[in-house]
Protein backbone atom coordinates (compact mmCIF):
# COMPACT_ATOMS: atom_id res chain seq x y z
CA UNK A 1 0.00 0.00 0.00
CA UNK A 2 2.94 2.42 0.81
CA UNK A 3 4.37 1.71 -2.67
CA UNK A 4 0.71 2.34 -4.19
CA UNK A 5 1.08 5.88 -2.38
CA UNK A 6 4.15 6.85 -3.07
CA UNK A 7 3.51 6.41 -7.18
CA UNK A 8 -0.18 8.15 -6.67
CA UNK A 9 1.96 11.27 -5.04
CA UNK A 10 4.23 11.81 -8.31
CA UNK A 11 1.27 11.04 -10.61
CA UNK A 12 -0.71 14.10 -8.64
CA UNK A 13 2.76 15.91 -9.55
CA UNK A 14 2.57 14.55 -13.30
CA UNK A 15 -1.19 16.14 -13.13
CA UNK A 16 -0.32 19.82 -11.12
CA UNK A 17 2.58 20.31 -13.84
CA UNK A 18 -0.14 19.76 -16.91
CA UNK A 19 -1.34 22.79 -18.66
CA UNK A 20 -4.50 20.89 -19.60
CA UNK A 21 -5.52 21.21 -15.89
CA UNK A 22 -5.01 24.57 -15.93
CA UNK A 23 -6.91 25.37 -19.03
CA UNK A 24 -10.24 23.00 -18.00
CA UNK A 25 -10.11 25.14 -14.18
CA UNK A 26 -9.85 28.20 -16.02
CA UNK A 27 -12.66 27.35 -18.17
CA UNK A 28 -14.91 26.35 -15.22
CA UNK A 29 -14.21 29.48 -13.33
CA UNK A 30 -15.15 31.33 -16.26
CA UNK A 31 -18.32 29.93 -16.82
CA UNK A 32 -19.12 30.42 -12.86
CA UNK A 33 -18.16 34.07 -13.35
CA UNK A 34 -20.34 33.90 -16.40
CA UNK A 35 -23.36 32.29 -14.14
CA UNK A 36 -22.84 35.85 -11.86
CA UNK A 37 -23.57 38.14 -14.76
CA UNK A 38 -26.55 36.08 -15.84
CA UNK A 39 -28.07 35.58 -12.23
CA UNK A 40 -28.05 39.49 -12.10
CA UNK A 41 -30.15 39.66 -15.34
CA UNK A 42 -32.48 37.16 -13.74
CA UNK A 43 -33.83 38.98 -9.96
CA UNK A 44 -34.97 36.53 -8.09
CA UNK A 45 -33.04 33.96 -9.50
CA UNK A 46 -29.83 34.42 -9.24
CA UNK A 47 -29.12 31.66 -6.27
CA UNK A 48 -30.84 28.84 -8.79
CA UNK A 49 -28.91 29.83 -12.07
CA UNK A 50 -25.42 30.26 -10.18
CA UNK A 51 -25.93 27.00 -8.49
CA UNK A 52 -26.83 25.44 -11.63
CA UNK A 53 -24.69 26.22 -14.23
CA UNK A 54 -21.86 26.25 -11.44
CA UNK A 55 -22.58 22.39 -10.87
CA UNK A 56 -22.73 21.32 -14.22
CA UNK A 57 -19.86 23.43 -15.12
CA UNK A 58 -17.97 21.29 -12.56
CA UNK A 59 -19.19 18.24 -13.64
CA UNK A 60 -18.54 18.68 -17.53
CA UNK A 61 -15.29 19.75 -17.52
CA UNK A 62 -14.32 17.56 -14.48
CA UNK A 63 -15.34 14.35 -17.02
CA UNK A 64 -13.37 16.60 -19.35
CA UNK A 65 -9.84 16.14 -17.26
CA UNK A 66 -10.72 12.75 -16.06
CA UNK A 67 -11.07 11.34 -20.11
CA UNK A 68 -8.00 13.12 -21.10
CA UNK A 69 -6.02 13.21 -18.43
CA UNK A 70 -7.18 9.14 -17.18
CA UNK A 71 -6.56 7.70 -20.80
CA UNK A 72 -2.81 8.91 -21.00
CA UNK A 73 -1.76 8.09 -17.42
CA UNK A 74 -1.02 4.65 -18.25
CA UNK A 75 -0.15 5.23 -22.53
CA UNK A 76 2.45 7.57 -21.84
CA UNK A 77 4.40 5.52 -19.09
CA UNK A 78 4.23 2.61 -22.27
CA UNK A 79 5.21 4.54 -25.00
CA UNK A 80 8.25 6.84 -22.83
CA UNK A 81 8.91 3.95 -21.56
CA UNK A 82 9.43 5.02 -18.05
CA UNK A 83 7.43 1.51 -17.25
CA UNK A 84 10.57 -0.27 -17.81
CA UNK A 85 12.08 1.84 -14.20
CA UNK A 86 8.92 0.83 -12.10
CA UNK A 87 8.27 -2.91 -13.31
CA UNK A 88 12.07 -3.63 -12.77
CA UNK A 89 11.48 -2.40 -9.01
CA UNK A 90 9.79 -4.18 -6.44
CA UNK A 91 6.56 -2.79 -7.51
CA UNK A 92 3.56 -4.67 -8.64
CA UNK A 93 1.72 -4.41 -11.68
CA UNK A 94 -1.34 -3.91 -9.55
CA UNK A 95 0.47 -1.55 -7.31
CA UNK A 96 0.91 0.82 -10.73
CA UNK A 97 -2.62 0.99 -11.70
CA UNK A 98 -3.83 1.43 -8.21
CA UNK A 99 -1.44 4.32 -7.79
CA UNK A 100 -1.84 5.95 -11.00
CA UNK A 101 -5.53 5.77 -10.15
CA UNK A 102 -5.72 7.05 -6.99
CA UNK A 103 -2.93 10.09 -8.35
CA UNK A 104 -5.65 10.93 -10.71
CA UNK A 105 -8.21 10.96 -8.45
CA UNK A 106 -6.53 12.98 -5.53
CA UNK A 107 -5.52 15.43 -8.77
CA UNK A 108 -9.57 15.71 -9.12
CA UNK A 109 -10.62 16.02 -5.86
CA UNK A 110 -8.41 18.79 -5.82
CA UNK A 111 -9.74 20.17 -8.72
CA UNK A 112 -13.39 19.82 -7.40
CA UNK A 113 -12.66 21.70 -3.99
CA UNK A 114 -10.96 24.92 -6.41
CA UNK A 115 -14.06 24.69 -8.59
CA UNK A 116 -16.43 24.55 -6.05
CA UNK A 117 -14.74 27.13 -3.59
CA UNK A 118 -15.23 29.71 -6.80
CA UNK A 119 -19.13 28.85 -7.22
CA UNK A 120 -19.27 29.78 -3.11
CA UNK A 121 -17.49 32.54 -4.02
CA UNK A 122 -19.72 33.82 -6.53
CA UNK A 123 -22.82 33.31 -3.93
CA UNK A 124 -20.71 35.16 -1.34
CA UNK A 125 -20.44 37.68 -4.19
CA UNK A 126 -24.04 38.21 -4.60
CA UNK A 127 -24.49 38.83 -0.52
CA UNK A 128 -26.38 35.54 -0.87
CA UNK A 129 -26.45 33.48 2.15
CA UNK A 130 -23.99 30.61 1.95
CA UNK A 131 -25.08 28.49 4.77
CA UNK A 132 -28.23 27.01 4.17
CA UNK A 133 -27.55 25.52 0.47
CA UNK A 134 -23.83 24.51 1.17
CA UNK A 135 -24.74 20.87 2.00
CA UNK A 136 -26.93 20.62 -0.32
CA UNK A 137 -24.51 21.90 -3.05
CA UNK A 138 -21.31 19.37 -1.02
CA UNK A 139 -24.16 16.77 -1.88
CA UNK A 140 -23.81 17.54 -5.99
CA UNK A 141 -20.55 17.82 -5.84
CA UNK A 142 -19.91 14.90 -4.22
CA UNK A 143 -22.45 13.00 -6.38
CA UNK A 144 -19.95 14.08 -9.20
CA UNK A 145 -16.88 13.18 -7.29
CA UNK A 146 -18.81 9.64 -7.47
CA UNK A 147 -19.34 10.00 -10.82
CA UNK A 148 -15.55 10.57 -11.91
CA UNK A 149 -14.43 7.75 -9.86
CA UNK A 150 -16.18 5.88 -12.60
CA UNK A 151 -15.23 7.86 -15.24
CA UNK A 152 -11.53 7.87 -14.31
CA UNK A 153 -11.69 3.78 -14.13
CA UNK A 154 -13.19 3.27 -17.10
CA UNK A 155 -10.23 5.63 -18.79
CA UNK A 156 -7.69 3.21 -17.26
CA UNK A 157 -9.04 0.42 -17.83
CA UNK A 158 -9.06 1.31 -21.76
CA UNK A 159 -5.88 2.80 -21.40
CA UNK A 160 -4.14 -0.37 -20.45
CA UNK A 161 -4.47 -1.97 -24.05
CA UNK A 162 -5.24 1.08 -26.24
CA UNK A 163 -4.28 4.85 -27.44
CA UNK A 164 -5.48 7.67 -25.49
CA UNK A 165 -7.80 8.57 -28.68
CA UNK A 166 -9.19 5.55 -28.49
CA UNK A 167 -9.52 5.35 -25.13
CA UNK A 168 -11.00 8.81 -24.84
CA UNK A 169 -13.81 7.88 -27.40
CA UNK A 170 -14.98 4.28 -25.97
CA UNK A 171 -14.85 6.54 -22.28
CA UNK A 172 -16.94 9.29 -23.84
CA UNK A 173 -19.18 6.67 -25.87
CA UNK A 174 -19.68 4.76 -22.66
CA UNK A 175 -20.00 8.00 -20.38
CA UNK A 176 -22.97 8.89 -23.03
CA UNK A 177 -24.95 5.81 -22.97
CA UNK A 178 -24.59 5.52 -19.36
CA UNK A 179 -26.41 8.61 -19.30
CA UNK A 180 -29.35 6.58 -20.59
CA UNK A 181 -29.75 3.10 -18.94
CA UNK A 182 -33.42 4.35 -17.87
CA UNK A 183 -34.26 4.99 -21.70
CA UNK A 184 -32.20 1.39 -22.54
CA UNK A 185 -34.93 -0.35 -19.44
CA UNK A 186 -37.83 2.17 -21.23
CA UNK A 187 -36.82 0.41 -24.59
CA UNK A 188 -36.77 -3.04 -23.59
CA UNK A 189 -40.19 -2.52 -21.98
CA UNK A 190 -41.32 -1.64 -25.51
CA UNK A 191 -39.62 -4.34 -27.30
CA UNK A 192 -40.95 -6.62 -24.64
CA UNK A 193 -39.64 -10.21 -25.62
CA UNK A 194 -37.68 -9.47 -28.29
CA UNK A 195 -34.04 -10.95 -27.96
CA UNK A 196 -33.14 -6.97 -28.83
CA UNK A 197 -35.38 -6.30 -25.92
CA UNK A 198 -33.47 -8.53 -23.70
CA UNK A 199 -30.22 -7.53 -24.86
CA UNK A 200 -30.94 -3.84 -23.42
CA UNK A 201 -31.69 -4.88 -20.63
CA UNK A 202 -28.64 -6.78 -19.72
CA UNK A 203 -26.43 -3.70 -21.44
CA UNK A 204 -28.87 -1.93 -19.14
CA UNK A 205 -27.36 -3.43 -16.17
CA UNK A 206 -24.14 -3.82 -17.41
CA UNK A 207 -23.15 -1.12 -18.82
CA UNK A 208 -22.01 1.79 -16.18
CA UNK A 209 -25.26 3.77 -15.20
CA UNK A 210 -24.58 7.39 -14.57
CA UNK A 211 -28.51 8.14 -13.67
CA UNK A 212 -27.49 6.79 -10.32
CA UNK A 213 -25.55 9.65 -9.71
CA UNK A 214 -27.64 11.79 -10.64
CA UNK A 215 -31.27 10.63 -10.10
CA UNK A 216 -33.19 8.30 -7.89
CA UNK A 217 -36.61 7.88 -8.60
CA UNK A 218 -37.53 11.25 -8.57
CA UNK A 219 -34.95 12.84 -7.26
CA UNK A 220 -31.88 14.15 -8.66
CA UNK A 221 -28.77 15.33 -6.77
CA UNK A 222 -28.00 18.08 -8.96
CA UNK A 223 -31.10 19.50 -9.27
CA UNK A 224 -32.23 18.90 -6.16
CA UNK A 225 -28.96 21.25 -4.74
CA UNK A 226 -30.29 24.48 -7.04
CA UNK A 227 -34.35 23.59 -5.57
CA UNK A 228 -32.60 23.87 -1.92
CA UNK A 229 -33.85 20.20 -1.20
CA UNK A 230 -31.95 18.50 0.99
CA UNK A 231 -31.01 15.19 -0.95
CA UNK A 232 -32.08 11.44 0.55
CA UNK A 233 -29.46 9.79 2.91
CA UNK A 234 -30.51 6.58 1.19
CA UNK A 235 -29.54 7.76 -2.58
CA UNK A 236 -26.58 8.92 -1.22
CA UNK A 237 -25.31 5.81 0.20
CA UNK A 238 -26.70 3.61 -2.88
CA UNK A 239 -24.53 5.63 -5.33
CA UNK A 240 -21.47 5.85 -3.36
CA UNK A 241 -21.88 1.42 -3.03
CA UNK A 242 -22.67 1.70 -6.92
CA UNK A 243 -19.48 3.96 -7.79
CA UNK A 244 -16.99 2.44 -5.25
CA UNK A 245 -18.03 -1.18 -6.37
CA UNK A 246 -17.85 -0.36 -10.22
CA UNK A 247 -14.97 1.14 -10.56
CA UNK A 248 -12.93 -1.96 -8.14
CA UNK A 249 -14.82 -3.96 -10.40
CA UNK A 250 -12.95 -1.72 -13.46
CA UNK A 251 -9.73 -1.40 -11.53
CA UNK A 252 -9.78 -5.09 -11.46
CA UNK A 253 -10.17 -5.77 -14.82
CA UNK A 254 -7.76 -3.33 -15.51
CA UNK A 255 -4.83 -4.67 -13.27
CA UNK A 256 -5.80 -8.49 -15.60
CA UNK A 257 -5.27 -6.66 -18.32
CA UNK A 258 -2.10 -4.86 -17.78
CA UNK A 259 -0.58 -8.50 -15.98
CA UNK A 260 -0.79 -10.10 -19.22
CA UNK A 261 1.02 -7.34 -21.18
CA UNK A 262 4.27 -7.37 -22.50
CA UNK A 263 6.37 -3.59 -22.42
CA UNK A 264 7.77 -3.66 -25.96
CA UNK B 1 27.40 -19.34 -6.42
CA UNK B 2 25.51 -18.33 -9.77
CA UNK B 3 23.54 -15.28 -9.32
CA UNK B 4 21.99 -15.64 -12.65
CA UNK B 5 21.07 -18.69 -14.16
CA UNK B 6 19.38 -18.62 -17.85
CA UNK B 7 17.80 -21.98 -18.93
CA UNK B 8 16.33 -22.30 -22.50
CA UNK B 9 15.45 -19.06 -22.63
CA UNK B 10 13.34 -18.45 -26.54
CA UNK B 11 11.46 -15.34 -27.15
CA UNK B 12 9.66 -14.36 -30.31
CA UNK B 13 7.87 -11.28 -30.81
CA UNK B 14 4.59 -11.10 -32.61
CA UNK B 15 4.47 -8.53 -35.11
CA UNK B 16 1.93 -7.48 -37.90
CA UNK B 17 -1.80 -6.18 -37.96
CA UNK B 18 -3.09 -9.19 -36.14
CA UNK B 19 -0.25 -10.19 -34.37
CA UNK B 20 0.06 -13.47 -36.40
CA UNK B 21 3.72 -13.14 -37.89
CA UNK B 22 6.48 -14.20 -35.07
CA UNK B 23 9.65 -12.98 -34.92
CA UNK B 24 12.26 -15.07 -33.29
CA UNK B 25 14.48 -12.81 -31.29
CA UNK B 26 16.23 -15.22 -28.44
CA UNK B 27 16.65 -18.98 -29.06
CA UNK B 28 17.56 -21.22 -26.52
CA UNK B 29 20.02 -19.07 -24.51
CA UNK B 30 21.51 -20.65 -21.47
CA UNK B 31 23.86 -19.10 -19.25
CA UNK B 32 24.83 -18.49 -15.24
CA UNK B 33 27.02 -15.49 -14.15
CA UNK B 34 28.79 -16.14 -10.93
CA UNK B 35 28.54 -13.85 -7.57
CA UNK B 36 31.11 -10.58 -8.00
CA UNK B 37 32.21 -10.52 -11.37
CA UNK B 38 31.59 -8.38 -14.46
CA UNK B 39 30.06 -10.34 -17.31
CA UNK B 40 29.94 -8.59 -20.52
CA UNK B 41 27.24 -9.41 -22.50
CA UNK B 42 28.30 -8.56 -26.60
CA UNK B 43 26.64 -8.84 -29.74
CA UNK B 44 25.80 -6.48 -32.98
CA UNK B 45 22.47 -4.47 -33.08
CA UNK B 46 19.45 -7.22 -32.69
CA UNK B 47 21.48 -9.47 -31.61
CA UNK B 48 19.00 -9.92 -28.36
CA UNK B 49 20.35 -8.71 -25.51
CA UNK B 50 17.64 -6.02 -24.85
CA UNK B 51 15.08 -8.59 -25.54
CA UNK B 52 17.35 -11.11 -22.31
CA UNK B 53 17.66 -8.22 -20.42
CA UNK B 54 14.24 -7.31 -20.28
CA UNK B 55 13.31 -10.89 -19.83
CA UNK B 56 15.17 -10.97 -16.81
CA UNK B 57 13.81 -7.46 -15.57
CA UNK B 58 10.15 -9.18 -16.13
CA UNK B 59 8.96 -6.50 -18.42
CA UNK B 60 8.50 -9.02 -21.04
CA UNK B 61 7.86 -12.88 -20.76
CA UNK B 62 9.98 -15.55 -22.10
CA UNK B 63 7.87 -18.04 -25.38
CA UNK B 64 9.80 -20.60 -23.66
CA UNK B 65 12.39 -21.13 -21.01
CA UNK B 66 13.05 -20.16 -17.55
CA UNK B 67 15.70 -17.61 -15.38
CA UNK B 68 16.73 -17.29 -11.68
CA UNK B 69 17.98 -14.19 -10.56
CA UNK B 70 19.97 -15.18 -7.30
CA UNK B 71 17.65 -18.26 -6.67
CA UNK B 72 14.66 -16.43 -7.27
CA UNK B 73 12.32 -16.69 -10.55
CA UNK B 74 12.06 -13.90 -12.11
CA UNK B 75 8.38 -12.89 -11.46
CA UNK B 76 9.42 -12.69 -7.22
CA UNK B 77 8.60 -9.20 -6.97
CA UNK B 78 10.93 -8.95 -3.41
CA UNK B 79 13.95 -10.39 -5.45
CA UNK B 80 13.91 -6.75 -7.39
CA UNK B 81 14.90 -5.31 -3.97
CA UNK B 82 18.45 -6.51 -4.31
CA UNK B 83 18.93 -5.61 -7.78
CA UNK B 84 19.76 -2.75 -10.15
CA UNK B 85 18.24 -1.92 -14.15
CA UNK B 86 19.62 0.96 -16.42
CA UNK B 87 17.30 -0.01 -19.82
CA UNK B 88 18.69 1.10 -23.09
CA UNK B 89 18.22 4.40 -23.96
CA UNK B 90 16.36 5.34 -20.44
CA UNK B 91 14.21 7.82 -20.12
CA UNK B 92 12.68 9.53 -17.27
CA UNK B 93 9.68 11.39 -16.03
CA UNK B 94 10.03 15.04 -17.77
CA UNK B 95 8.19 16.81 -15.27
CA UNK B 96 10.78 15.96 -12.49
CA UNK B 97 13.93 16.82 -11.09
CA UNK B 98 16.52 14.44 -11.28
CA UNK B 99 16.80 15.41 -7.41
CA UNK B 100 12.99 14.03 -7.31
CA UNK B 101 13.31 11.36 -9.05
CA UNK B 102 16.33 9.60 -6.92
CA UNK B 103 14.05 10.27 -4.06
CA UNK B 104 10.76 8.92 -6.01
CA UNK B 105 12.94 5.62 -6.62
CA UNK B 106 14.62 5.54 -2.98
CA UNK B 107 10.75 5.57 -1.69
CA UNK B 108 10.03 2.28 -4.18
CA UNK B 109 12.69 0.69 -2.34
CA UNK B 110 11.34 1.13 0.77
CA UNK B 111 13.18 4.10 2.29
CA UNK B 112 11.78 6.80 4.30
CA UNK B 113 11.83 10.27 3.05
CA UNK B 114 14.91 11.63 4.98
CA UNK B 115 16.97 8.70 4.15
CA UNK B 116 15.42 8.72 0.55
CA UNK B 117 16.34 12.25 0.41
CA UNK B 118 20.16 11.80 1.29
CA UNK B 119 20.65 8.96 -0.39
CA UNK B 120 19.45 10.95 -3.85
CA UNK B 121 22.19 13.60 -3.06
CA UNK B 122 24.58 11.16 -2.59
CA UNK B 123 23.93 9.49 -5.86
CA UNK B 124 23.51 12.56 -7.82
CA UNK B 125 27.32 13.42 -6.48
CA UNK B 126 28.76 9.88 -7.54
CA UNK B 127 27.40 10.91 -10.91
CA UNK B 128 28.76 14.05 -11.45
CA UNK B 129 25.15 15.94 -11.21
CA UNK B 130 25.52 17.44 -7.67
CA UNK B 131 25.11 21.14 -9.67
CA UNK B 132 21.81 19.90 -11.54
CA UNK B 133 19.77 19.25 -8.45
CA UNK B 134 17.17 20.82 -9.33
CA UNK B 135 16.91 21.07 -13.24
CA UNK B 136 14.11 19.36 -14.40
CA UNK B 137 14.64 15.91 -16.41
CA UNK B 138 13.05 18.08 -19.22
CA UNK B 139 16.07 19.82 -19.54
CA UNK B 140 19.00 17.23 -19.17
CA UNK B 141 21.36 16.27 -21.65
CA UNK B 142 21.40 12.62 -22.96
CA UNK B 143 24.59 12.09 -21.04
CA UNK B 144 22.96 13.78 -18.08
CA UNK B 145 19.57 11.30 -18.68
CA UNK B 146 22.61 8.29 -18.81
CA UNK B 147 24.27 9.45 -15.45
CA UNK B 148 20.71 9.90 -14.00
CA UNK B 149 20.14 6.16 -15.31
CA UNK B 150 22.66 4.96 -13.24
CA UNK B 151 22.08 6.36 -10.24
CA UNK B 152 18.65 5.40 -10.28
CA UNK B 153 20.02 1.71 -11.01
CA UNK B 154 22.53 1.92 -7.90
CA UNK B 155 19.91 3.70 -5.49
CA UNK B 156 19.40 0.46 -3.33
CA UNK B 157 22.49 -0.65 -3.00
CA UNK B 158 21.83 -3.59 -5.21
CA UNK B 159 23.88 -7.12 -5.07
CA UNK B 160 23.28 -7.27 -8.57
CA UNK B 161 23.03 -4.69 -11.55
CA UNK B 162 21.94 -4.98 -15.22
CA UNK B 163 22.95 -2.28 -17.38
CA UNK B 164 22.00 -1.94 -21.11
CA UNK B 165 24.79 -0.25 -23.26
CA UNK B 166 25.60 1.75 -20.14
CA UNK B 167 28.45 3.74 -22.28
CA UNK B 168 25.66 4.92 -25.17
CA UNK B 169 24.98 8.45 -25.32
CA UNK B 170 28.33 9.26 -23.10
CA UNK B 171 31.96 11.32 -24.29
CA UNK B 172 34.96 9.59 -23.82
CA UNK B 173 34.85 11.15 -20.34
CA UNK B 174 31.80 9.88 -19.26
CA UNK B 175 32.92 6.70 -20.61
CA UNK B 176 35.82 6.55 -17.95
CA UNK B 177 33.42 7.64 -15.45
CA UNK B 178 30.91 4.30 -16.32
CA UNK B 179 34.05 2.33 -16.43
CA UNK B 180 35.45 3.40 -13.05
CA UNK B 181 31.68 3.41 -11.28
CA UNK B 182 32.21 -0.45 -12.24
CA UNK B 183 35.30 -0.93 -11.46
CA UNK B 184 34.22 0.33 -8.04
CA UNK B 185 31.27 -1.64 -7.79
CA UNK B 186 33.41 -5.02 -7.83
CA UNK B 187 35.64 -3.95 -5.60
CA UNK B 188 32.75 -3.84 -3.22
CA UNK B 189 31.36 -7.56 -4.72
CA UNK B 190 28.84 -6.16 -6.36
CA UNK B 191 28.07 -8.16 -9.33
CA UNK B 192 27.64 -6.76 -12.63
CA UNK B 193 26.23 -8.01 -16.00
CA UNK B 194 26.00 -5.04 -19.14
CA UNK B 195 25.54 -5.23 -22.82
CA UNK B 196 27.31 -3.72 -25.27
CA UNK B 197 28.20 -3.83 -28.87
CA UNK B 198 31.46 -1.54 -28.12
CA UNK B 199 34.33 -4.29 -27.60
CA UNK B 200 37.12 -1.57 -25.96
CA UNK B 201 34.29 -1.02 -23.13
CA UNK B 202 34.09 -5.05 -22.68
CA UNK B 203 37.81 -5.74 -23.27
CA UNK B 204 38.90 -3.86 -21.28
CA UNK B 205 36.34 -4.08 -18.05
CA UNK B 206 34.89 -7.89 -18.15
CA UNK B 207 35.80 -11.08 -16.06
CA UNK B 208 33.14 -13.51 -18.48
CA UNK B 209 32.22 -12.16 -21.93
CA UNK B 210 28.89 -14.42 -23.56
CA UNK B 211 29.09 -13.34 -27.36
CA UNK B 212 25.37 -13.20 -28.51
CA UNK B 213 24.63 -12.89 -32.76
CA UNK B 214 20.66 -13.68 -33.96
CA UNK B 215 19.29 -14.82 -31.16
CA UNK B 216 21.44 -18.09 -30.61
CA UNK B 217 25.03 -17.60 -28.33
CA UNK B 218 28.11 -18.17 -30.12
CA UNK B 219 30.68 -18.27 -27.41
CA UNK B 220 30.99 -17.78 -23.65
CA UNK B 221 34.31 -17.71 -21.31
CA UNK B 222 37.15 -15.74 -20.14
CA UNK B 223 38.56 -13.66 -22.66
CA UNK B 224 41.98 -15.44 -22.80
CA UNK B 225 39.67 -18.27 -22.92
CA UNK B 226 37.75 -17.18 -25.99
CA UNK B 227 41.15 -15.57 -27.46
CA UNK B 228 43.93 -16.76 -28.75
CA UNK B 229 45.73 -14.72 -27.23
CA UNK B 230 49.02 -15.82 -28.70
CA UNK B 231 51.38 -13.39 -29.86
CA UNK B 232 50.78 -12.96 -33.84
CA UNK B 233 53.11 -10.44 -34.83
CA UNK B 234 55.53 -7.65 -33.40
CA UNK B 235 55.01 -4.17 -34.30
CA UNK B 236 58.26 -1.61 -34.35
CA UNK B 237 57.80 1.95 -34.64
CA UNK B 238 60.50 4.04 -35.32
CA UNK B 239 61.23 7.59 -36.62
CA UNK B 240 64.29 9.19 -38.46
CA UNK B 241 64.38 5.84 -40.90
CA UNK B 242 66.91 6.54 -43.71
CA UNK B 243 65.69 4.99 -47.11
CA UNK B 244 68.88 2.80 -47.13
CA UNK B 245 68.17 1.32 -43.63
CA UNK B 246 64.30 0.70 -45.44
CA UNK B 247 65.53 -1.45 -47.82
CA UNK B 248 67.81 -3.44 -44.90
CA UNK B 249 64.49 -4.18 -42.83
CA UNK B 250 62.42 -5.00 -45.18
CA UNK B 251 65.51 -8.07 -46.07
CA UNK B 252 65.00 -9.03 -42.36
CA UNK B 253 61.47 -9.67 -43.50
CA UNK B 254 59.53 -6.75 -41.76
CA UNK B 255 56.86 -5.30 -43.62
CA UNK B 256 57.54 -1.45 -43.51
CA UNK B 257 54.56 0.97 -43.99
CA UNK B 258 55.02 4.95 -42.87
CA UNK B 259 52.49 6.83 -40.88
CA UNK B 260 53.00 10.74 -40.67
CA UNK B 261 56.92 11.23 -39.58
CA UNK B 262 56.78 7.78 -38.54
CA UNK B 263 57.62 4.49 -39.99
CA UNK B 264 55.34 0.87 -38.88
CA UNK B 265 57.47 -2.52 -39.35
CA UNK B 266 55.55 -5.71 -38.73
CA UNK B 267 57.64 -8.93 -38.34
CA UNK B 268 56.44 -12.25 -37.98
CA UNK B 269 58.01 -13.26 -35.00
CA UNK B 270 60.49 -12.26 -32.79
CA UNK B 271 63.62 -14.00 -34.34
CA UNK B 272 64.59 -11.13 -36.07
CA UNK B 273 63.49 -8.38 -33.44
CA UNK B 274 66.86 -7.37 -31.98
CA UNK B 275 68.58 -7.40 -35.59
CA UNK B 276 65.93 -4.65 -36.40
CA UNK B 277 66.20 -2.75 -33.64
CA UNK B 278 70.07 -2.18 -34.01
CA UNK B 279 69.50 -2.12 -38.02
CA UNK B 280 67.05 0.87 -37.23
CA UNK B 281 69.79 3.06 -34.88
CA UNK B 282 72.77 2.25 -36.84
CA UNK B 283 71.33 4.10 -39.50
CA UNK B 284 70.80 7.32 -37.38
CA UNK B 285 66.63 6.46 -36.55
CA UNK B 286 65.00 6.17 -33.30
CA UNK B 287 63.01 3.75 -32.09
CA UNK B 288 60.28 4.65 -30.00
CA UNK B 289 57.68 1.52 -28.82
CA UNK B 290 57.68 -2.50 -30.06
CA UNK B 291 54.48 -4.31 -29.58
CA UNK B 292 52.91 -7.79 -29.52
CA UNK B 293 49.98 -7.81 -32.12
CA UNK B 294 47.07 -9.75 -30.54
CA UNK B 295 44.02 -10.45 -32.42
CA UNK B 296 41.79 -8.48 -30.74
CA UNK B 297 38.10 -8.71 -29.74
CA UNK B 298 37.08 -6.75 -32.41
CA UNK B 299 38.58 -9.05 -34.91
CA UNK B 300 37.47 -12.24 -33.20
CA UNK B 301 33.98 -11.00 -32.78
CA UNK B 302 33.77 -9.84 -36.95
CA UNK B 303 35.39 -13.16 -37.56
CA UNK B 304 32.87 -15.01 -35.78
CA UNK B 305 29.46 -12.97 -37.04
CA UNK B 306 30.85 -14.06 -40.73
CA UNK B 307 31.57 -17.26 -39.79
CA UNK B 308 27.44 -17.71 -38.82
CA UNK B 309 26.14 -15.44 -41.14
CA UNK B 310 27.79 -17.55 -43.97
CA UNK B 311 26.49 -21.14 -42.35
CA UNK B 312 23.01 -19.85 -42.04
CA UNK B 313 23.36 -18.69 -45.58
CA UNK B 314 24.47 -22.08 -46.99
CA UNK B 315 21.59 -23.64 -44.65
CA UNK B 316 19.06 -21.48 -46.68
CA UNK B 317 19.79 -22.56 -49.56
CA UNK B 318 20.01 -26.04 -48.77
CA UNK B 319 16.64 -25.64 -47.57
CA UNK B 320 15.05 -24.02 -50.59
CA UNK B 321 16.75 -26.44 -52.55
CA UNK B 322 15.10 -29.55 -50.69
CA UNK B 323 11.80 -27.35 -50.85
CA UNK B 324 12.23 -27.48 -54.70
N1 LIG C 1 8.92 -5.17 -29.76
C1 LIG C 1 9.44 -5.89 -30.74
N2 LIG C 1 8.66 -6.40 -31.71
C2 LIG C 1 9.18 -7.14 -32.71
N3 LIG C 1 10.49 -7.42 -32.84
C3 LIG C 1 11.33 -6.94 -31.91
C4 LIG C 1 10.86 -6.14 -30.82
N4 LIG C 1 11.92 -5.80 -30.06
C5 LIG C 1 13.00 -6.35 -30.64
N5 LIG C 1 12.66 -7.03 -31.75
C6 LIG C 1 13.57 -7.78 -32.62
O1 LIG C 1 14.26 -8.73 -31.85
C7 LIG C 1 15.63 -8.80 -32.20
C8 LIG C 1 16.50 -8.54 -30.99
O2 LIG C 1 16.36 -7.20 -30.57
P1 LIG C 1 17.08 -6.62 -29.29
O3 LIG C 1 16.89 -7.56 -28.17
O4 LIG C 1 16.58 -5.22 -29.10
O5 LIG C 1 18.61 -6.62 -29.74
P2 LIG C 1 19.87 -5.83 -29.14
O6 LIG C 1 19.50 -5.24 -27.84
O7 LIG C 1 20.92 -6.89 -29.02
O8 LIG C 1 20.24 -4.80 -30.13
C9 LIG C 1 15.82 -7.81 -33.33
O9 LIG C 1 15.77 -8.51 -34.54
C10 LIG C 1 14.65 -6.88 -33.21
O10 LIG C 1 14.27 -6.39 -34.46
MG1 LIG D 1 19.66 -3.33 -27.27
Not at chain 1, 70 to 82: I, N
Not at chain 2, 100 to 116: C, K, N, P, Q, S
Request: some cysteine; glycine content about 6%; aromatic content about 10%.
Amino acid sequence: MRKVLIIARTTFKENIRDKILYNLLFFTLAIIGVSVALGQVSIGHEQKIIIDMSLSAISLFGTLIAIFIGTGLVYKELDKRTIYNLISKPVRRSEFILGKYLGLMSTLLVNLALMSAGAYLALWLLGKSVQSEFLYVLAAVYAIFLQLMLVTAIALMFSTFSTPVLSAVFTFALWVIGHFSTEMKRLADILRSAVTGHICVALSYALPNFSNFTISGRENLLKSAAHFHAPQLTTLMLATAYGFLYSALLLTLAVFIFQKRDFK
Amino acid sequence: MNVVEITHLTKDYRTGFWFHKRRRALEDLSLTVQAGEIFGFLGPNGAGKTTTLKILMGLIRPTAGKARILGCPIDHVQMHQEIGFLPENPYFYEYLTGREYLIYTAELFGRGRAAAQSRAVELMEMVRLEESLKIPLRKFSKGMIQRIGIAQALINDPRIVFLDEPMSGLDPVGRREVRDIIMNLRARGVTVFFSSHILADVESLCDRVAILNRGRLLDIGRLTEILRMEVSALEVMAKDVQAVTLERLQQLGGQTHAIGDRLHITLPDDRSLLEVIMTVQEGGGKVISVNPVRESLEEFFLKRIDAQYVSSHQYAQAGSEISR
